[in-house]
């Protein structure tokens, strides 16, 4: 604040008044707001003997005032005030959060040294920022996104179509990025990856057509779309290490040797033990993962072993009471498995493993429960066939007899529809093994409950696909070329690591949709000249607030503060 003096040129007397300027973010101009009016000099002159000197101290404590923290703000909003057009005045500050994780990973420094030489204009680094920090909180299409990028205080100054060019750039980088993410968390949190999870899942594109990326296969939620597979790897702390993609035709069990191969090689791991699910269990994945000289401990289908290997499950000697119905026992066994040769033929192996099996009655009651609604379905199936075809049978088909489908409809058989039965021998069958599980490994020095422990981190990895379907709505994907594919990919890959390394500094106190929520709803609205006025503030804020030094708690910041504080997250 400071006093202003304006002298009438038509009468020559001089009006004083305290005036203050602030910056208009709408019109790009400093504006002044007079804070009290005085009086014309000459009249001031006969009270005080140095008016001038007087409000210009007078201004000069009202300064001080206002810019000591407890000063206490006053404004002034006419009935008849309007918005004015194109104004955005709320506005996110949650992602200072996010913006922390970012800067310390030099993800910007990344990709600044990459478009050094690179004639685009574009800002790579921004263009990334806006995509990963509204994946997180504000998920959308690249155009919904572009269009809703002033809720962010950053300056976005590039077009929609830089966008989809810098999306190119992305996917040309894309190992590189991800490379140097690992090493920044390996000296950043000390990552741990004697033990890598690996697991594989699917997303869709709601297009007919199919390309050498986009194929109709397997979908994991039986839809018709075609689809892209992703290997996924993630260490012990659940932060993902590296992805791959893959033809959505490809089955999963091929997927693991392709990407086993690239991490071994570029990311310099070591021996590593693979943790994975059933559907990696195969002959060739074992042998390779053992050629290599690393360990395996992998999920193991009782359902689909031989009878010698179901009734050791079934045997009750051995197993050992851990409390509460649970038991488990373990047996080392020479196990003949399946190669494929180079010349193509299947040629017999023996691994010597360790085979951990335990039950749980908790396993029991969920095989029952996700059985129910195919069971319901196989018995209105039967009462009611012309209901259903195949494509809308799926998990019911098991549990019917005499079943079959007209090949150029779908549609069930008329010739069968009066003969449908329940087949309670497939159910009995499905029961006798309902609760117990089977683990098998390599590492045969390990104590069951070691071996188990082991396995149960795979589950992180299954949560952070369901966090990538659903918080992060990573599908469907609506692009077409495969350098923007990948591109939308390491994008929401980028966006996982650092939820995850936030999940991880917390210990893990708050789930993901949590922080999430929370950072969204950490946002503030442009009351005054360069005032913002906060509502929303939660136990999660405090604590993520304290992790990463970043006050949420205010109610009313002035844009410099808030400018100031976004400025200090991007010092790595």
Same mark, same amino acid.
């Given at each position: 604040m400071?006093?202003?003096?304006?002298?009438?040129?038509k009468t020559?007397r001089t009006?004083l008044?305290?005036v203050h300027?602030?910056?208009?973010?709408?019109?790009k101009?400093t504006?002044s707001i #007079?804070?009290?009016?005085?009086?014309?000099?000459?009249k001031l002159?006969?009270?005080?003997d140095?008016p001038?000197g007087?409000?210009?101290?007078?201004?000069?404590? +009202? @300064?001080?005032?206002?810019l000591s923290?407890?000063?206490?703000?006053t404004?002034?909003?006419a009935?008849n @005030?309007l918005i004015?057009?194109?104004?955005?005045?709320r506005k996110?500050?949650?992602?200072a959060?996010?913006?922390?994780i970012y800067h310390?990973?030099?993800?910007d420094?990344?990709?600044?040294?990459r478009?050094?030489?690179?004639?685009?204009k574009y800002d790579a680094?921004a263009?990334m920022?806006l995509l990963?920090f509204?994946?997180?909180l504000y998920?959308a299409s690249?155009?919904?996104?572009?269009?809703?990028?002033?809720?962010?205080?950053?300056?976005?100054?590039?077009? +929609?179509?830089?966008i989809y060019?810098c999306?190119?750039?992305?996917?040309?980088?894309?190992d590189?990025l991800?490379l140097?993410l690992?090493?920044?968390?390996?000296?950043?949190?000390n990552r741990n #990856?004697d033990?890598?999870?690996?697991?594989v899942t699917?997303?869709?594109?709601?297009?007919?057509?199919q390309d !050498?990326?986009r194929?109709k296969?397997v979908?994991?939620?039986?839809?018709?779309?075609?689809?892209?597979?992703? &290997?996924l790897?993630?260490?012990?702390? &659940?932060?993902?290490i590296?992805y791959?993609l893959f033809p959505?035709? $490809?089955p999963?069990?091929?997927?693991?040797?392709?990407?086993?191969?690239?991490i071994q090689?570029e990311?310099?791991l070591g021996?590593?033990?693979?943790?994975a !699910?059933?559907g990696?269990t195969?002959?060739?994945?074992?042998?390779?993962?053992?050629?290599?000289?690393?360990g395996?401990v992998?999920?193991?289908s009782v359902?689909?072993a031989?009878?010698?290997?179901?009734?050791?499950?079934?045997?009750e000697?051995?197993?050992?009471?851990?409390?509460d119905g649970f038991?488990?026992?373990?047996r080392?066994?020479?196990?003949e498995i399946?190669?494929?040769?180079?010349?193509?033929?299947?040629?017999?192996?023996?691994?010597d493993e360790?085979q951990?099996?335990?039950?749980?009655p @908790?396993?029991?009651?969920?095989a029952?429960?996700?059985r129910?609604?195919?069971?319901?379905?196989?018995?209105d199936?039967i009462?009611n066939?012309?209901?259903y075809?195949?494509?809308?049978s799926? &998990?019911a088909?098991k549990?019917?007899?005499?079943?079959t489908?007209d090949?150029n409809t779908?549609?069930i058989s008329?010739s069968?529809?009066?003969?449908?039965?329940?087949?309670?021998?497939?159910?009995? @069958?499905e029961?006798k093994f309902?609760?117990?599980?089977a683990?098998v $490994? =390599?590492e045969?020095?390990?104590?069951?409950?070691k071996?188990?422990?082991m396995?149960r981190?795979?589950w992180?990895?299954e949560e952070s696909?369901k966090?990538?379907k659903?918080d992060?709505?990573?599908?469907?994907?609506? +692009?077409?070329?495969?350098?923007?594919?990948?591109?939308?990919f390491?994008?929401?890959f980028i966006?996982l690591?650092?939820?995850?390394?936030?999940?991880h500094?917390?210990k893990g106190k708050?789930?993901v949709r949590e922080m +999430?929520e929370?950072l969204s709803?950490a946002?503030?609205?442009?009351?005054?000249?360069?005032?913002?006025?906060?509502d929303?503030?939660? !136990?999660?804020?405090e604590?993520?607030?304290?992790e990463?030094?970043?006050?949420? =708690?205010?109610?009313?910041?002035?844009?410099?503060?808030?400018?100031k504080i976004?400025?200090? $997250?991007?010092?790595s």
């Amino acid at each position: 604040m400071y006093l202003r003096k304006a002298t009438n040129k038509k009468t020559g007397r001089t009006y004083l008044s305290i005036v203050h300027n602030y910056w208009d973010k709408n019109t790009k101009t400093t504006r002044s707001i #007079t804070v009290k009016s005085l009086g014309y000099l000459d009249k001031l002159e006969k009270e005080y003997d140095d008016p001038i000197g007087f409000f210009t101290n007078e201004a000069k404590k +009202l @300064e001080e005032e206002r810019l000591s923290e407890n000063s206490p703000l006053t404004f002034t909003i006419a009935k008849n @005030e309007l918005i004015l057009a194109n104004s955005f005045n709320r506005k996110n500050f949650g992602y200072a959060a996010l913006s922390k994780i970012y800067h310390e990973l030099d993800v910007d420094t990344f990709l600044r040294n990459r478009q050094r030489h690179s004639k685009e204009k574009y800002d790579a680094n921004a263009i990334m920022k806006l995509l990963v920090f509204s994946r997180l909180l504000y998920p959308a299409s690249k155009k919904k996104t572009y269009e809703n990028r002033d809720i962010f205080f950053e300056k976005f100054n590039f077009s +929609l179509d830089d966008i989809y060019r810098c999306l190119t750039l992305f996917n040309k980088h894309s190992d590189a990025l991800q490379l140097w993410l690992h090493e920044h968390i390996k000296s950043q949190y000390n990552r741990n #990856t004697d033990l890598v999870y690996y697991d594989v899942t699917n997303y869709y594109f709601e297009i007919d057509e199919q390309d !050498d990326l986009r194929k109709k296969g397997v979908s994991k939620e039986h839809r018709p779309d075609p689809i892209v597979q992703m &290997g996924l790897f993630m260490d012990t702390n &659940g932060i993902p290490i590296t992805y791959k993609l893959f033809p959505g035709n $490809t089955p999963d069990k091929t997927t693991l040797i392709p990407s086993l191969s690239g991490i071994q090689r570029e990311y310099s791991l070591g021996r590593i033990i693979v943790v994975a !699910d059933r559907g990696l269990t195969t002959g060739d994945n074992i042998w390779y993962i053992l050629s290599a000289k690393n360990g395996y401990v992998l999920s193991y289908s009782v359902r689909g072993a031989d009878k010698n290997f179901q009734k050791y499950v079934l045997d009750e000697n051995g197993y050992v009471s851990k409390g509460d119905g649970f038991k488990i026992k373990s047996r080392l066994y020479p196990r003949e498995i399946q190669v494929t040769a180079t010349n193509g033929k299947k040629i017999k192996k023996i691994v010597d493993e360790r085979q951990v099996i335990f039950y749980s009655p @908790e396993y029991a009651a969920k095989a029952k429960q996700d059985r129910a609604a195919a069971l319901a379905k196989a018995m209105d199936l039967i009462k009611n066939p012309a209901r259903y075809n195949k494509s809308i049978s799926y &998990g019911a088909l098991k549990y019917v007899k005499n079943l079959t489908f007209d090949a150029n409809t779908g549609e069930i058989s008329e010739s069968v529809r009066q003969h449908l039965a329940f087949n309670k021998e497939k159910l009995r @069958e499905e029961e006798k093994f309902d609760g117990y599980y089977a683990i098998v $490994t =390599s590492e045969y020095k390990e104590s069951p409950e070691k071996i188990i422990e082991m396995y149960r981190g795979l589950w992180k990895i299954e949560e952070s696909f369901k966090v990538t379907k659903s918080d992060f709505e990573s599908r469907p994907v609506y +692009l077409s070329l495969k350098e923007h594919i990948d591109a939308h990919f390491l994008t929401c890959f980028i966006s996982l690591v650092i939820v995850r390394i936030l999940e991880h500094r917390l210990k893990g106190k708050y789930s993901v949709r949590e922080m +999430l929520e929370s950072l969204s709803k950490a946002s503030c609205s442009h009351i005054k000249e360069n005032y913002y006025l906060f509502d929303f503030y939660n !136990d999660i804020l405090e604590d993520i607030g304290k992790e990463l030094n970043i006050d949420f =708690s205010k109610k009313i910041m002035k844009l410099g503060e808030i400018k100031k504080i976004l400025g200090e $997250t991007k010092k790595s």
